[in-house]
């Protein structure tokens, strides 16, 4: 069976529905047309995804934004992109962040919760599927995770 990326982003922002809107965040959806659906573990990748949107629900002020996009990545590709407006991690800790139980937390004003696994988990997720994941992130101005997914083409359509 295989997922609608379309289909699959919607039903993440659905599931934070409430936490969003309790913080005051837009949520934006962009999902470039005419995308193939994925052969994937529908249930792992939710987890990549609700791990990446909580990250950037924790780290994000009222009336911030957090975009959900994709976009087809060379002939083979789809990429993935949770994308917020928030605190932002100080470019030193960027190497480290995907190590288990990595945090960087104290150089923060806020405090949250979180044990420092889930993006450990999520690149383990995402290589499983054969794909990669990476983060961009600027200070005060958010930060950008990109992880990709192969697209298993038909037979017939292959060269
Ligand atoms: P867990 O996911 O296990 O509940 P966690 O959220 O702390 O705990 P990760 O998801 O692995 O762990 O994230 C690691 C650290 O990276 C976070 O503690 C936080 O410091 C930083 N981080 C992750 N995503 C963001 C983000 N969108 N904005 C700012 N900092 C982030
Ligand atoms: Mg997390």
Do not use: C
Not at 80 to 106: A, E, M
Not at 133 to 151: A, C, D, M, R, W
């Amino acid at each position: 069976k295989t997922t609608s990326i379309d289909e699959m982003l919607e039903e993440v922002a659905d599931r934070f529905s409430f936490q969003l809107r309790q913080r005051h965040i837009h949520t934006v959806i962009d999902v470039q047309k005419g995308l193939d659906p994925v052969l994937i573990d529908r249930d792992k990748i939710d987890q990549v995804l609700d791990n990446l949107i909580s990250n950037s629900i924790k780290y994000t002020g009222e009336n911030g934004t957090i975009r959900l996009e994709a976009h087809k990545y060379d002939r083979d590709w789809i990429a993935v992109t949770v994308l917020d407006t928030g605190v932002g991690i100080p470019r030193k800790h960027i190497s480290r962040i995907f190590d288990r139980f990595y945090r960087v937390d104290k150089a923060r004003s806020r405090n949250v919760g979180g044990t420092g696994l889930g993006l450990s988990i999520a690149r383990e997720i995402v290589k499983a599927h054969g794909g990669s994941i990476s983060l961009e992130s600027e200070t005060n101005q958010g930060t950008k995770v990109t992880f990709t997914l192969p697209i298993h083409h038909k037979e017939s359509e292959q060269a």
